[in-house]
């Protein structure tokens, strides 16, 4: 056990950083770039934590995470009760470690931000997650017994695992369906491998295989089955739907059916899921980036991963464009510093008005236009007005548009009953998640739009109270 220090002496120590790849090795493989915290640096780090009396770092985390006592296990060097705890509100701790925005949320609410760098909470939970992976020893909570309660989880991204595994807890059969051949959504098909490592993900859904979770893949709800279908002839009691907001959106400018055009989605699909980060084991068609100019239309941390997956492929130039300046972009810091580090060039206040093709119907430019800002917008952040006369023709091979997802609307158009608003999305109960269908329940992505994985997950264990209390009660 190592001695707390005092509260001025802990505020001494200065915030550890994420040991990584050298930037020039990380631009041209798929492995991991951030290397995680050896011993030593967390318990470094541990030792900065003042032990709120009121953690806020709680109350900023969208799944409850009771960090303080998880930090105080760590600096007590309990690293395997420090995972147990971080599971008690945490299915994916592993995961959230590595692509979470903590500061935004539990660094961003950390006292110590208040004058000095908070303290490296996301750091710290992926020490714990993988130490406890490494050892082999994972300690999963304890499951009440069955209620006899049948719950069939839609999708199994972020929301769906993280409700599937509340309710199998408290002790109701579940059963998640996916569509695609491998579980996990857009951990899988979205997240690049040198983010969050695929083997990762597989092993958190392995645990909760061993919480007694069935996972059924290659099954399109909607298709396969429908949502009445599964009440009324596979004898389910709840239903929760978390879809995700995975339908691409396209500028609607000239020149998009070309060759070489695609969506983020479709990109980082073939890339990740179809595992064309491995050219030499697997033979994924995707648009050749060796040697080519690609550009990523976007700000985003999907524009991130798109663009430093086209470094990886080969390309000789890899631009982000982006309609405004750096300050409003979305993307995360950190990921904006690797994406930089490894040569992406950025070309900031610059927006498309055309592709342009050759006679074979294949990219061979865009046509852009320079920006500046002008008052904000309902955002928050100034909106980029064209300046006029000052367009050009930027020479590119391949671009990938990251400007945002839509509702799928699957479900919903064989759903007819369900409610959904103007944009597709499911309309849901802010606090229950109910949706207007009695015992469908709907969160993450669907309802809220395009969001993080965390508070997808929140979602997912907000969804799951309700429907334990439903299937409790039996009251709508």
Not at 10 to 22: F, N, S
């Amino acid at each position: 056990m190592v001695d707390k220090l005092p509260p001025k002496e802990r505020t001494k120590i200065p915030r550890q950083t994420m040991p990584e790849q050298d930037a020039c090795e990380s631009a041209h493989n798929f492995r991991e770039v951030n290397l995680g915290l050896d011993e030593a640096i967390a318990q470094r780090e541990s030792q900065r934590c003042l032990t709120c009396a009121d953690p806020k770092c709680t109350h900023g985390c969208p799944v409850g995470v009771q960090i303080r006592e998880v930090v105080d296990l760590v600096r007590e060097g309990e690293y395997l009760s420090a995972a147990a705890k971080l599971r008690e509100d945490n299915v994916l701790p592993a995961v959230t470690g590595r692509v979470c925005p903590q500061e935004n949320q539990c660094e961003g609410a950390c006292v110590l931000a208040r004058r000095f760098n908070s303290l490296a909470i996301g750091y710290i939970e992926r020490f714990v997650a993988d130490y406890e992976r490494e050892t082999g020893q994972v300690g999963l909570p304890e499951r009440a017994p069955s209620t006899g309660k049948k719950v069939a989880i839609v999708g199994s991204g972020p929301a769906g695992l993280s409700c599937a595994g509340d309710l199998a807890l408290k002790g109701h059969e579940v059963t998640v369906f996916e569509a695609l051949h491998e579980i996990g959504g857009v951990l899988i098909y979205g997240i690049p491998e040198f983010r969050l490592p695929k083997e990762i993900v597989r092993q958190e859904v392995n645990n909760m295989r061993a919480m007694g979770i069935d996972f059924q893949t290659n099954v399109v709800i909607g298709k396969t089955v429908t949502i009445d279908e599964l009440f009324a002839e596979e004898g389910y009691d709840a239903v929760f739907i978390a879809t995700g907001a995975g339908l691409p959106k396209f500028m609607n400018i000239p020149g998009e059916e070309l060759a070489g055009v695609y969506s983020a989605n479709e990109f980082l699909t073939r890339v990740n899921l179809m595992k064309a980060y491995d050219r030499d084991r697997y033979d994924s068609p995707i648009y050749d980036c060796r040697d080519r100019n690609v550009a990523i239309i976007g700000g985003g941390n999907t524009a991130m991963d798109s663009v430093r997956s086209a470094l990886r492929l080969g390309a000789k130039n890899a631009y982000i464009i982006y309609r405004r300046s750096q300050q409003e972009m979305p993307a995360r810091g950190e990921e904006v510093h690797h994406a930089k580090d490894e040569g992406v060039q950025f070309m900031n206040l610059h927006n498309p008005l055309e592709f342009l093709g050759n006679e074979d119907g294949n990219l061979t430019g865009v046509k852009l236009i320079k920006m500046e800002l002008g008052e904000a917008d309902e955002s928050g952040r100034r909106k980029p007005v064209p300046i006029e006369g000052s367009e050009f023709v930027m020479p590119i091979d391949v671009a990938v548009v990251a400007i945002g997802t839509g509702a799928n609307p699957l479900v919903q158009s064989t759903t007819p009953d369900m409610a959904t608003n103007k944009w597709g999305y499911i309309v849901a109960d802010d606090e229950t998640l109910r949706t207007n269908k009695r015992g469908v329940f709907a969160g993450g992505d669907i309802v809220s739009g395009a969001a993080t994985v965390i508070l997808a997950m929140g979602a997912g264990r907000t969804a799951a109270r309700s429907m334990h209390e439903y299937l409790e009660t039996g009251q709508w």
